[in-house]
């Protein structure tokens, strides 16, 4: 499997509170676990993708909505191997609470294959698109969530248990992040957050579909490909700089994660 990263790079404000964006998953490429302040929806156009929000496990088809709500933990990976194609929209979530719409944090929307929410979708999609005036970008936004939230069936996960795992998921992914440029070991992890080796092991591969190894290297190869792409860096230094003790393994890793060489990623900077 290509664990090759994608990121969406979309952001919303109280005055810009709806983005769009397309993307496009590879041969079982995925969006790694993230998780981030603004709701977010994603239209499916073709292929088939695995999708997990939290606890949550979807197997997605094409001409489906998925709905992730603020700070879910979520990711998408292609499921056939093939192409999966999707339209990504950010909306932010304080404009939506400004507007007396309250979604639970707890709340789950199930996937949609309603032709009606669709729809509205792609009329919102295209009101942004076309740059129409910020107030009827609103009003339609608005309008959407209302639609979704009243015709969309709905599920409630509000366990402390559940809860006290996606803290602990998201706190072990920060700490790597703030970790990212030193050799961070899964030992010094389970040290760290003082539970055992099986039980963050496990609740990691649950909430995230890969190991925490897996975390760890990803993180760090998307990581090194900022570090090629916008610094003066050789390989090397990229390598020491993203918690790599050696060149080889660096670009294995590498090679495994992001899908070329990581000195095919400094050409292209060059």
Sequence with gaps: MSFAYLEQNIVTGINKPVHVQPNELNNKQRVPAHWHEDIEILHFLSGTATVLCDNNLFEIE??????????????????????????CMKLNAEFIRKGDIQISNNLFIAPAYNNDIIRRFEELKETVLQKKPPLVI???????????????????????DSNSKVLLVKDII????????????????????????SY??????QYTQLTLIENINLLRCQYAKNLLLSSNCSVQECAEKSGFENVSY?????????????????RIHI
Excluded at 176 to 187: E, M, R
Excluded at 200 to 205: A, F, H, L, S
Excluded at 250 to 261: A, N, P, Q, V
């Design 174 to 197: 920060s700490y790597i992040k703030q970790h990212i440029n030193t050799p961070l070991t899964a030992d010094e992890i389970f040290l760290k957050f003082n539970y055992s080796k």
């Design 138 to 160: 609103k009003f339609d936004c608005l309008s959407f969530v209302a639609h979704l939230l009243q015709e969309q069936p709905s599920f409630q996960s509000d366990s402390s």
């Design 200 to 205: 963050i092991c496990r609740i990691i591969k």
């Design 62 to 87: 094409k001409e489906c909505l998925v709905f992730f709500n603020s700070n879910a933990i979520h990711s998408v990976v292609e499921s056939s191997g093939r192409q999966c194609l999707y339209t």
């Design 250 to 266: 660096f670009s294995k890793t590498y090679l495994r994660y992001i899908g070329e060489l990581p000195s095919a990623t400094k």
